[in-house]
């Protein structure tokens, strides 16, 4: 793959929000764990954890968490990439709890790219009562849920929204406000 052919793989990516809610397969989904494991990590402690949810009643409660994004209910897998605070924190001290969210962050979005490229829709949920999601999946004190991946085939939209060009977001050397006209 070339750089323009990267540009476009991920300009292809969006978020699907309708789903024929059949669940992934076994395959599909270690494919999806390969590629998070190949992502870059905070002192190589990779932490970041998994929960995968297709049983419809937790999948029901996690849309709830959510306040309702049906997306969840409806593509029939989920997978919760969770923070593991212990495994960053055991090196890194308090400044691990931000690694082990930069790791999830990561990992996510490496299953994001990796179902893209297995023709699989995602949508990333990071709108959720912590509590809640903890509860539903019975989650440990120290493990903190970063998002709800939704993954299956799905509807995607004629066309992604509009991005804001690079130059929006660019500084040099010191932070520059924007000249405005």
Known sequence: MDSSEFLHFLATRVSVREYDGDCISEEDAEYLLT????????????AWDVV????????????????NQHQIRDSGCVFCVCANYVRSMSRYGDRGIMFAVEDATIAA????????????????IGAFD?????GILDLPAHIRPVTLLCVGKGEAPARGPERMAPSGHTHYDIWQAPIVP
Do not use: F
């Not at 992502?39 to 190589?44: D, V």
């Not at 995968?52 to 306040?67: H, K, N, Y």
């Open 130 to 134: 912590d509590n809640e999601v903890k």
């Open 52 to 67: 995968i949810v297709t049983d419809p009643g937790q999948l029901e409660m996690l849309s709830d968490a959510a306040g």
């Open 35 to 46: 590629a998070a494991s190949k992502a870059p990590s905070a002192g190589n402690l990779e």
């Open 109 to 124: 979005t490496y299953m994001m790219l990796a179902a893209h490229a297995r023709r699989l829709h995602t949508c990333w």
